[in-house]
């Protein structure tokens, strides 16, 4: 590992200084990963009535070193903490309480769990972090004998112990027990490194650990484990694998999936889940993880459906461990955690993370990268050996650390939810996935302008909170290669589908007795069997899936009330309108819900209004091609024009639980056209 110092770059003010030390430690993902670690600088400030006060700057809690910010560091009196250093003994509450009336400001975040021991060593400067090779190191049957091997008395060691009041007592009385310690290895747990200059702290981290890592290398040559490389999965059984995840978990969730050479080659090893089984490289990771993943014993060479069977076995039977742990460990008042696994390892196709949302999915499976990649070191050392179950139930319900879970955001409508929107590159489509996103589902943007469906999800990952919340999806719809290759990608990327909005169309415009085959032959292909295409591989896909589901259609107010010149359109969406009821009635016995929404004369944004369809359409009513909007808005009955987001809100009703009981309907959009179709 290498310094990532640079005195140009480091700031002169003491706690910009600590952000920019914090982001050098949160910029290794060996280091620290999403909120793990915790780092502080103790300096003089002033109190509301202008006193000079000695304060520890610590972060607060959940906060991420990668990412941090001087708002994030909590501002505590350094005599109110220094005073609990002769305490015997604190609670947890009694503790939280205490830091949180010792706040300089009332408004600042919580303090980190681990704010007394940081503010018990005198340095100005602290650094703790969860180093893998570190980890490795103490996740042995002696950790401490481990890192003797290593550093022999440079470090001092510390057994595992909750964090908290416990722990800092344990690591100051380390230190004072041999002030020429360079740092503290705490077991199954990390590192800590201290100094009053910034830049000596954070570099001797990246000396000790570079040690560690030396260590391990020299002892994975020798072991010659781990080493043999495996072909890289076929994307159609990653998909199978994921849909069968979902399907077996019983909440909205979203899959992300690594199938990297180390990975792979790590699970092919026989030893591989009964190394995985004794837990997280430590025990914080539990939080985002729990405690052990499932293990689906199949491999690369299962068929689609004996490996769906096998995923769906191993998942249920992980429930009912964990449900089995629970039950052995839970006291009275404790809060019960849903029992699936956060993470799913099959061999030769590689590590499957499933949560709540995609920024959810992929905090676990990049924890899942590290910690299989600490019990693949631990095990080059020796054997590999985490803390004890019971420990490793007490952080995971501890409540200080479901607090930081409390911190996310309240789930959105659709969070968990996958979408799939044709003809998502412009108009309604558009719309409609951009709304879909804002209502928390990942959408993949499916259409035949594949620039155009990149610049649309690009917009949505910008604005969206989570990594992945939009995949571009080239489609032909008329292509019924085209639409099954897309499904393949769309399950192996996010896991499967819940919501279809089948909406890709064109606008064919003549006279009938002039209209060419060719030009009826298209409209039929895109605007009929386009949809039947798309509809048919998401109800295998989601009858796969055995979780419901929604398909709706955009369908056209032409469907009831054709016009003039219109017929090849008219007559491919009533032909669309009648597959979506035909796919209500077949598909109810498996929570499918099928709906059509029909819009008239939405101009904004679409693709479907070229010149030439607005010159027919305004030749065919008499009108201007500049009039013809104004002329579509005067003819509803609420003389309003309709535009894409009207659609879409619609859409997302129909997506969304509140549609729950909701099948086989048609929805016009339209402001109100007389005698368009009973209403």
């Known amino acids: 590992m290498r310094s990532r110092w640079s005195d140009a770059d480091a700031p002169p003010d003491l706690l910009d200084l600590r952000v920019y030390s914090s982001r050098l430690l949160g910029a290794e993902p060996s280091l620290v990963l999403w909120g793990g670690g915790n780092t502080s600088v103790k300096r003089s400030e002033s109190d509301f009535r202008g006193d000079a006060v000695e304060v520890l700057r610590v972060k607060g809690s959940g906060s991420d070193l990668k990412t941090i910010e001087r708002k994030h560091f909590a501002g505590v009196r350094l005599d109110d903490v220094r005073a609990l250093r002769a305490v015997e003994m604190l609670s947890d509450e009694a503790m939280v309480d205490y830091l949180r009336r010792a706040l300089l400001d009332p408004d600042d975040p919580r303090p980190s769990i681990e704010t007394l021991l940081h503010g018990f060593l005198p340095h100005r400067h602290v650094d703790h972090t969860h180093a893998d090779a570190i980890v490795a190191l103490t996740n042995q ?27 800092s007592r344990a690591v100051a009385e380390a230190w004072e027990a041999d002030r020429s310690a360079e740092g503290v290895a705490f077991v199954n747990h990390g590192l800590l490194t201290f100094d009053d200059d910034a830049r000596a ?13 030396a260590f391990i290398a020299e002892s994975a040559r020798a072991a010659r484990r781990f080493g043999a490389s495996a072909p890289q999965p076929d994307a159609e059984l990653v998909g199978c694998a994921a849909t069968a995840i979902r399907g077996a978990i019983a909440q909205p969730v979203v899959v992300e999936h690594d199938a990297s050479p180390a990975l792979l080659s790590f699970l092919a090893d026989p030893g591989a889940a009964a190394i995985t089984r004794r837990g997280p490289a430590t025990p914080d990771h539990a939080l985002r993880t729990k405690g052990w993943p499932a293990f689906v014993h199949s491999s690369a060479d299962a068929g689609p459906e004996a490996l769906d069977r096998t995923v769906r076995a191993a998942i249920d039977a992980y429930v009912r461990e964990y449900e089995e742990y629970v039950q052995r460990h839970a006291r009275p008042g404790t809060p019960r955690l849903d029992p699936y696994p956060r993470l799913v390892l099959i061999p030769g196709l590689g590590v499957f993370a499933a949560a709540r949302s995609s920024r959810a999915a992929r905090i676990a499976l990049d924890i899942a990268r590290r910690s299989l990649a600490v019990q693949r070191d631990a095990t080059v050392i020796g054997e590999y050996r985490p803390v004890s179950e019971g420990a490793l139930f007490e952080v995971e319900y501890w409540p200080l650390e479901l607090y930081k879970l409390g911190l996310a955001p309240r789930p959105l409508p659709l969070q968990g939810r996958i979408a799939l929107v044709t003809g998502a590159a412009s108009g309604i489509g558009r719309a409609i996935a951009e709304r879909l996103a804002e209502e928390g589902a990942v959408v993949a943007i499916a259409d035949i302008d594949c620039d155009g469906a990149e610049t649309v999800a690009a917009a949505i990952r910008e604005r969206s909170p989570q990594p992945r919340a939009a995949l571009s999806l ?206």
């Open 201 to 213: 702290s954070y570099e001797r981290t990246i000396a000790l650990v570079s040690e560690a890592e």
């Open 474 to 679: 080239p489609m032909d719809v008329g292509d019924e290669g085209a639409v099954r290759d897309g499904f393949v990608t769309l399950s192996a990327t996010y896991g499967g589908l819940d919501i279809l909005v089948s909406n890709a169309g064109i606008a064919v415009v003549s006279r009938l007795d002039d209209l060419a085959t060719s030009d009826w032959e298209r409209s039929i292909a895109v605007n009929a069997t386009g949809h039947f295409l798309v509809a048919r591989e998401a109800v295998r896909l989601l009858r796969r899936q055995d979780r419901g589901g929604s398909l709706i259609f955009v369908s056209s107010k032409n469907a009831f009330a054709p016009g003039a010149e219109f017929g090849a359109y008219s007559a491919a969406k009533a032909a669309e309108t009648q597959l979506a009821r035909v796919l209500a009635l077949e598909n109810g016995d498996a929570g499918i819900r099928v709906n059509a929404v029909n819009p008239d004369a939405v101009f904004r944004g679409s693709k479907l209004w070229s010149p030439d369809v607005r010159a027919g359409r305004a030749a065919a009513h008499g009108v201007a091609p500049h009039e013809l909007e104004a002329f579509y808005a005067r003819r509803n009955l609420l003389g309003k024009p309709i535009y894409p987001e009207d659609v879409a809100d619609v859409v997302a009703y129909l997506a969304s639980d509140g549609a729950a009981k909701i099948t086989g309907a048609s929805i016009p959009v339209d402001g109100g056209i007389p005698g368009a179709f009973p209403r």
């Open 141 to 167: 049957l002696d950790g401490a004998g481990a890192i003797r091997r290593v550093f022999g008395r440079r470090l001092a060691v510390v057994p595992w112990v909750r964090p908290g009041f416990a722990l």
